[in-house]
């Protein structure tokens, strides 16, 4: 069993920078794909990264690619999504999820672009 926190979220302008942060519980942290999604009002939740057990293998959507940057430390049993240039349609609830099969989520945390 694995238990997510996200943390990080809130409001900045167009431009800016925030990191967000999923802090996991349990022992086998490092043993699970970690993944962000986000849902805007109105929308599904959308993919936007993942990383593999080891941090070297990392994966975006094409919306972020360039802009937000995913990593874990295995040794703290957290995930971070770093997200550079924030523009008006990053705004949306974002998650957090443990395993290939999404096995795990958080609660989320909202994050808010002003333009």
């Known amino acids: 069993q694995v238990q997510l926190v996200e943390s990080g979220g809130g409001l900045v302008q167009a431009g800016g920078s925030l990191r967000l942060s999923c802090a996991a519980s349990?022992?086998?942290?490092?043993?699970?794909?970690m993944k962000w999604f986000r849902q805007a009002p109105g929308k599904e939740r959308e993919f936007v990264a993942g990383?593999?057990?080891?941090?070297?293998?990392?994966y975006y959507a094409d919306a972020v690619k360039g802009r937000f940057t995913i990593s874990r430390d295995n040794a703290k049993n957290t995930a971070y999504l770093q997200m550079n240039s924030l523009k008006s349609e990053d705004t949306a609830v974002y998650y957090c999820s443990a395993g290939e099969g999404n096995s795990y989520w958080g609660q989320g945390t909202q994050v808010t672009v002003s333009s």
């Open positions: 990383i593999g057990v080891g941090g070297r293998i990392t």
């Open positions: 349990g022992r086998t942290f490092s043993s699970y794909i």
